[in-house]
Each structure stands twice: as structure tokens, then as C-alpha cells.
């Protein structure tokens, strides 16, 4: 409506439209337990992509189309391009040993990208056989996406700071990883005494 009005010229004014809120989508991820079942239900190409995700919280179309001229093995990273990214600026995302040892295995697999099946780039990986891994891991209401919701719990529960987890999944808001706050709340406990009653204030509770 603004750009008609502001620049095609084609209203006179724009009309107020009140919008309505939207609902708040809870976050999606799975435990440990869950992503091994998952894991043990997929094929061997799919498998090793998930493992790669949970690794590195990597988005699925940066994951399907990353290439061997993105990774260097001595630095341990790998490079997510401004392009590729959706904040549009570059990424430069640690590999952990998991992470290392994936792609170790795709070595040879492929020349140009890191992660293929029978000689072929695996642009898609929402797949039929995804799915059916899914419903025989006994895994509901689960995208491929939520591997990076997965990511980003197991690290804010495991004590790594919202600024931190900010930078290594390439957020451009730190209201994007604020989400993820409510799973860790152990930098609130050594405030949690504030409140308690104070002992001649109980004493005093229990004489009335």
C-alpha cells in the first residue's frame, strides 16, 4: 500500500490497517535421545547431514549446497558466504570434532560439494526418506529446520551465552536468540535468594 501510494502514485493515501498479533511459535528441538534415534532411522547420506547440522547449526540450504573451496581443515572452519546467508553478511562458523569428522568422510565423494549420494549433489535434503525416518523414530512435528532449533538448545543449555550463540549461528538481531533464553536459566540462580524471607522474619511467621 505504500508503495503505491508513495511511489507507483496509483492512491491518494494509504488507509490505517490494524494489524493482528501474531501468535508466539514454540521452539522445536529434540533431546539427545532423540536425534540418535533419528540418526539410526535415516540413510547413511542423510545421516551424516544431520549429524553435520546439529554440529554447526547450519541452515539446510547451506549445509545441501556447501563445497570443499568453503572449508579449511587446518583453521577447523568453514565459510558461509553473504550471499548464502540470509542476514547477508558472511559467516565464519567453527568445526568441533563431529563436524571434522563428517566431512572427513565425504572426502573423495565429490569434487566440487561436501555432501552427495551415488556421485550427486544432495540439494534436497526434505526427502521421502527423511520423512518415513522420522515417523519410525516416532519424531512428530519436526522440520529439517528445527535441526538448527536442536543446535542452539543443546548450546544455551549447556551454558554458552546468548551474545555467543548470537555469532555462531550469524544472527543479525539479539532478539533471535532470545528465544532460546528460558532453557538455560542459570545465570538468574545467584539471584534467585533475593526474594527468600529473611530468618527473623520467619521466626517471627512461626510465633504468630
Not at 563436524?99 to 565423494?109: D, E, W
Request: proline content about 5%; some cysteine.
Amino acid at each position: 500500500m505504500n508503495r503505491a501510494h508513495k511511489e507507483w502514485e496509483w492512491i491518494d493515501s494509504v488507509p490505517f490497517i490494524r494489524l493482528l498479533p501474531e501468535p508466539k511459535k514454540r521452539i522445536r528441538w529434540l533431546t539427545q535421545g532423540q536425534a540418535i534415534r533419528l540418526i539410526q532411522e535415516l540413510p547413511p547420506h542423510l545421516a551424516e547431514m544431520v549429524k553435520f547440522s546439529l554440529s554447526t547449526g547450519l541452515r539446510e540450504s547451506n549445509v545441501t549446497r556447501l563445497q570443499w573451496s568453503q572449508i579449511d581443515m587446518q583453521r577447523r572452519c568453514a565459510w558461509i558466504h553473504a550471499d548464502q546467508a540470509k542476514a547477508r553478511k558472511s559467516i565464519a562458523v567453527p568445526l568441533n570434532e563431529e563436524s571434522l569428522a563428517v566431512i572427513r568422510r565425504q572426502i573423495g565423494q565429490h569434487d566440487t560439494y561436501v555432501f552427495s549420494y551415488q556421485g550427486k549433489p544432495v540439494l534436497n535434503a526434505n526427502t521421502k526418506a527423511w520423512r518415513h525416518a522420522l515417523e519410525r523414530a516416532g519424531i512428530e512435528d519436526f522440520r529439517w529446520h528445527d535441526l538448527r532449533h536442536t543446535w542452539a538448545s543443546w548450546h544455551v543449555q549447556n551454558g554458552t551465552p546468548l551474545n555467543i550463540l548470537q555469532e555462531l549461528g550469524g544472527w543479525s538481531e539479539p532478539t533471535m536468540v532470545q528465544r532460546y533464553a528460558h532453557l538455560s536459566p542459570g545465570h538468574l540462580a545467584e539471584y534467585a535468594d533475593n526474594a527468600r524471607l529473611g530468618t527473623n522474619l520467619v521466626q517471627q511467621i512461626k510465633k504468630a
